[in-house]
């Protein structure tokens, strides 16, 4: 439909889309239709980068960092500029220097929530959620992914214990927090009991 309309305001047609997407497909994968020589995914992924660098003519690494679409999931956001900073060697050499990142952004966030500058205890939250998500990038795991899952479950988990709730009379909101940790812990020995 919009190469139709562009067609019909003299822009471009379909043929040029075409030969568009066909010519950026051989010039990012010069493994197949040129000389470069990838051995791994890893090297494919990194002469795509290099390529897309000079097609794109990123006059920085900075400029690559603000290349990564802001509309992305935040989570996703994070974890690609992440991979783009460490591929100029911005990078921890292993998962310690993560850990420890993690450990130092839990302290300082402590630290903002009894000053109780809601503005500090922000940025707090997003640098340890920053620090974890680089965690997660050693281990390689999508945080977005991993957190969709993680809510799915918690979802999962809280039916089953207003269902054991109704089951006793109750409301949830009936219940104590005790109680409801008490059945909480129930389902989650269930899950583990059912897993093996």
Request: glycine residues 6%; without cysteine.
């Amino acid at each position: 439909l919009h190469a139709q309309i562009a067609k019909e305001n003299g822009q471009f047609d379909l043929d040029d889309v075409v030969n568009g997407v066909a010519s950026k497909m051989v010039s990012r994968h010069r493994h197949v239709f040129g000389d470069a020589r990838a051995e791994t995914a890893d090297d494919v992924v990194q002469l795509w980068e290099d390529i897309k660098k000079v097609e794109k003519g990123h006059p920085s690494a900075t400029r690559s960092l603000k290349d990564v679409p802001p509309h992305l999931p935040a989570l996703m956001r994070s974890y690609k500029v992440q991979s783009k900073a460490a591929k100029v060697g911005f990078d921890w050499p292993d998962i310690q220097g993560a850990w420890d990142k993690v450990d130092e952004e839990i302290i300082e966030l402590e630290e903002a929530v009894q000053g109780q500058s809601a503005k500090r205890i922000e940025e707090e939250v997003g640098d340890l959620l920053f620090a974890v998500v680089n965690v997660s990038r050693f281990l390689k795991v999508q945080p977005e992914l991993a957190l969709s899952g993680t809510t799915e479950k918690f979802i999962r988990r809280f039916a089953q214990i207003e269902a054991m709730a109704a089951e006793s009379g109750k409301t949830m909101e009936e219940l104590t927090l005790a109680e409801m940790d008490v059945l909480w812990d129930g389902v989650k020995a269930q899950e583990k009991q059912a897993e093996g």
